[in-house]
């Protein structure tokens, strides 16, 4: 074999480390955390948490003909039940500016249906700045006490949802008002807002019930309680027993 004719391995190409290099460059582009830079915390009953606070409880009533009609008194029975519960100091009747006398009428029945519940010297009459001349200003009831409330205001929109030029526009978080109207609806529903901070205390066990079932089980018997169930055909229904 000829000298000439022995082949010996070439040096690596420069260029495979090169390409390897930039390679590397570019994936770790998917791990750059410019994304994650100012994220809103937690999801949103951390961005928009529902807290008690004193707060002002209002109901505004409307006059039907001159008066109160049978809704708007229950409205106002149920409005002192909850003053009851969990309001401090009075009630405050508020009529509009300008117009106390002419809803003095409504004024004296809202105090005799407050009375109705047993309320009494805790009522007191004022005014609220006039809205719109052309549109009918309730009476407003309202009392200071415990409520619950979101933290947050809500309709807030501090970035563009639709913006593809800017680091705001690549987070995959969801929008900083997301959330908040569904807390807020929750914090106005609620029944007694201590039930978002505690669980209620459990009511004591049936007596009579646990007797049963600890005697049935002495007696070898299943202490399940058997409830009869009767189907009915659905074409009986409404025919009244028919021919």
């Given at each position: ?216 089980v002495r007696e070898g018997k ?22």
């Amino acid at each position: 074999m000829s000298r000439n004719s022995i082949r010996h391995p070439s040096p690596p190409s420069i260029a495979w480390p090169l390409l390897a290099g930039l390679a590397a460059a570019t994936l770790s582009g998917c791990g750059v955390d410019y994304a994650m830079d100012a994220v809103a915390p937690g999801g949103f009953a951390e961005r928009h948490p529902i807290v008690l606070a004193d707060a002002s409880t209002t109901l505004e009533v409307y006059p039907v003909g001159g008066g109160l009609d049978r809704a708007a008194v229950a409205r106002i029975r149920s409005f002192a039940e909850r003053y009851r519960a969990l309001g401090v100091g009075r009630i405050t009747i508020l009529a509009p500016a300008g117009q106390v006398d002419k809803h003095g009428r409504i004024v004296g029945e809202i105090r005799r249906a407050l009375a109705s519940t047993g309320l009494r010297g805790f009522v007191g009459v004022g005014s609220y700045p006039g809205g719109d001349p052309t549109r009918v200003a309730p009476v407003r009831l309202v009392f200071e006490g415990l409520k619950a409330e979101v933290a947050t205001p809500c309709g807030v929109w501090p970035d563009d949802l639709a913006s593809g030029g800017s680091t705001e526009g690549w987070k995959n978080d969801a929008y900083a008002n997301f959330g908040c109207a569904t807390q807020a609806t929750l914090a106005a529903q609620v029944d007694d807002p201590r039930d978002l901070s505690q669980a209620r205390a459990s009511d004591p066990p049936d007596v009579a019930m646990r007797t049963r079932a600890i005697g049935d089980v002495r007696e070898g018997k299943d202490p399940a309680t058997n409830w009869a169930t009767k189907l009915t055909p659905i074409g009986q229904v409404g025919q009244g027993g028919g021919t």
